[in-house]
């Protein structure tokens, strides 16, 4: 492997916070192999975040401006990836792990015949040799696996694993040629937006979720909401609050749901079975909000505050509004 | 029309799992297999498509486990699934998401199907990569994350989980479909399902049968276990009590402040 190539994900041009760290690490990653640090962004909206892109430390942003990748799933995409990765020779292709990110990069790794690693929280170096960090088992093991039989690597990158750094590179704006005498099998028909464009969960480096305690849906557009506001964070959820049909399953934390590495994550009234810790043992900082001091999530909390939760949340985000200088 | 369910077995999310120092694997003794929650989705909702279609439309559990994994498709099979096939070989040990993906679609092309329907992802190795790279190897189109699925004719329709809504999606059948824990309730096997499942058919499959043109196993994997290490346990933290809102946002304030998180 030399060249390293980041896939960038976005929704019309807006890029998915993530896409920028992984840019800023194909450049850390390229220097370590000896290569060439590449972006692959298609889609409508593609040309200008390709010009955003350039503020980026990369040697070439390959774009395609192409309706069919938005009109058709995944499919279109992996072409321009795997044209990009061929021409590239020898590389390391970095997806972020999200829905289309591993959709993408477990594609790309079957047509490439390339090592697919997942949920990667760290990437190691050992002469030439690339290893990925993950943890496995809900957290419970760290694996570290390193290529083999390949020319490729997909690695698919948390989100948060990497700061984002913006940089001179060449940054060259390269065009993909359409893939000639492609049928695409799956018809986008409709797309609906359901919940207002937010952060999501798994890129928010703050997140405070809700469970059982919480009581009903209104606290995820009330309470919740607004302490995650104040701290420019994410709603997540329990799935006892989803199951219970308060709050919708893509904020759902766990090993039905999602699971999130925030620098700070804080549970309101979450009990921490195994099936929730597992989704969020690796965040930086947890502090839970519980009105009974017995609950499972204490044992692994670095501050559990027993309490009445309907008091204490909307008075933190007061004192949050004050401590930030925000309006209150 | 046959309906492919692909199940994988994992260890059970409740057990207590540890790392042994020396191999560096799971111990799995005194640790309970189950059958990943995911696919009892997946089972559903081939249960529910056979349902509705009627007629020869049958149901086949998959799955490429050890000779031991034959209790857990029993359990499969209860749930109300037509038949099953156990991808069984000593030379599938240590294949990796790659080489499990070009073995199973080399496996199921044998074993024939008009739909594959898959779990989003497994609860131990929780990648969510196979679908895909199973719909690549099996040359179909893969539908991911699906929380509704109808098969009307030789057309698949659903809608496909986005971050902040769906997607309504369509493609042609034969195709891979990957479910989401939104797309049903699981039903619960019956007695006479139970009962039923131990004179179903678990027919083995083995490499023997199949003509690989790539190594699989640990041989052929793209990637390399170099280390499996415990994860550092999180240490019990601070316990306070909150007499009042006031209190306890403030404790939380300090906290916080200490962390240098506000």
């Known amino acids: 492997m030399r060249d390293t190539i980041a896939f960038i994900e976005h929704k019309g041009g807006a890029a998915r916070r993530v896409s920028f760290e992984l840019a800023t690490a194909a450049r850390d990653i390229a220097d370590k192999l000896g290569g060439k640090a590449h972006a692959v962004v298609v889609g409508k909206g593609a040309a200008a975040l390709a010009e955003a892109l350039k503020a980026y430390p990369l040697d070439a942003i390959h774009v395609a401006e192409d309706g069919d990748v938005d009109a058709y799933l995944i499919d279109p995409a992996v072409d321009y990836l795997e044209a990009v990765a061929k021409a590239a020779g020898p590389a390391l292709v970095l997806v972020p792990n999200t829905m289309v990110g591993r959709d993408v990069g477990s594609r790309l790794a079957a047509r490439l015949g390339a090592g697919l690693t997942a949920d990667v929280t760290e990437i190691s170096f050992d002469g030439g040799r690339v290893a990925c960090v993950s943890p496995k088992l809900g957290g419970l093991t760290i694996t570290t696996c390193a290529f083999k039989n390949s020319d490729y690597g997909v690695v698919a990158v948390r989100p948060n694993t990497f700061a984002a750094r913006e940089g001179a590179g060449a940054g060259e704006i390269v065009a993909i040629p359409k893939p000639a005498g492609k049928q695409y099998a799956i018809k986008i028909e409709d797309e609906v937006v359901e919940a207002a464009a937010e952060l999501g969960v798994e890129e928010a480096s703050i997140v405070v979720s809700g469970g059982r305690g919480v009581g009903g849906p209104d606290p995820f557009v009330g309470i919740l909401k607004d302490l995650a506001d104040s701290l420019g964070g994410a709603v997540g959820a329990s799935r006892a609050a989803v199951d219970a049909g308060w709050v919708s399953h893509g904020h759902q934390v766990g090993q039905t749901g999602k699971t999130v590495s925030p620098q700070l994550y804080i549970a309101v009234g979450i009990s921490g079975a195994i099936q929730h810790k597992v989704g969020m043992r690796t965040a930086g900082t947890i502090v839970a909000v519980n009105k009974d001091g017995g609950v499972p999530i204490g044992e692994f909390a670095d501050l559990l505050v027993v309490g009445d939760l309907f008091q204490i949340v909307p008075e933190l985000t007061k004192r949050v509004r004050e401590a930030k200088g925000l309006p209150a | ?262």
Not at chain 2, 22 to 37: A, D, F
Not at chain 2, 120 to 133: F, I, K, N, W, Y
């Open chain 2, 1 to 262: 029309m046959k309906i492919v369910v692909t199940v994988k077995l994992v260890p059970d999310t409740n057990a207590d799992k540890r790392i042994d120092p020396g191999t560096k694997r799971l111990v799995r003794t005194g640790v309970e297999t189950v059958l990943n929650p995911f696919d009892e989705y997946a089972i559903e909702a081939a249960l529910q498509i056979k349902e509705k279609l009627g007629g020869d439309t049958t149901v086949t559990i998959f799955s490429m486990a050890p000779e031991s994994g034959k209790e857990i498709v029993r359990k499969a099979l209860a749930m109300g699934a037509d038949e099953a096939v156990l991808f069984s070989d000593a030379g599938l040990e240590g294949s990796d998401v790659w080489g499990t993906a070009y073995a199973m679609a080399q496996a199921l092309k044998k074993t024939g199907f008009d739909l594959v329907i898959c779990g989003s992802q497994s609860t131990d190795a929780g990648t969510g990569e196979l679908p895909g790279a199973l719909a690549e190897y099996l040359g179909v189109p893969g539908v991911t994350y699906l929380r509704k699925l109808d098969v009307e004719g030789t057309t698949l329709r659903g809608e496909r989980e986005t971050d902040n809504g769906y997607q309504t999606v369509s493609t042609q059948l034969p195709a891979l479909a990957s479910v989401t824990k939104s797309i049903n309730e699981p039903r619960y096997p019956s007695l006479k399902g139970i009962m039923g499942a131990k004179k179903k058919t678990i027919a083995p499959l083995t490499l023997a049968e199949l003509a690989l043109d790539r190594a699989v196993g640990s041989d052929g994997a793209k990637t390399e276990l170099l280390e499996l290490a415990a994860a550092p346990a999180r240490a019990k933290g601070r316990t306070a009590e909150a007499p009042d809102g006031a209190t306890g946002a403030q404790i939380i304030v300090d906290f916080l402040k200490e962390k240098k998180l506000l």
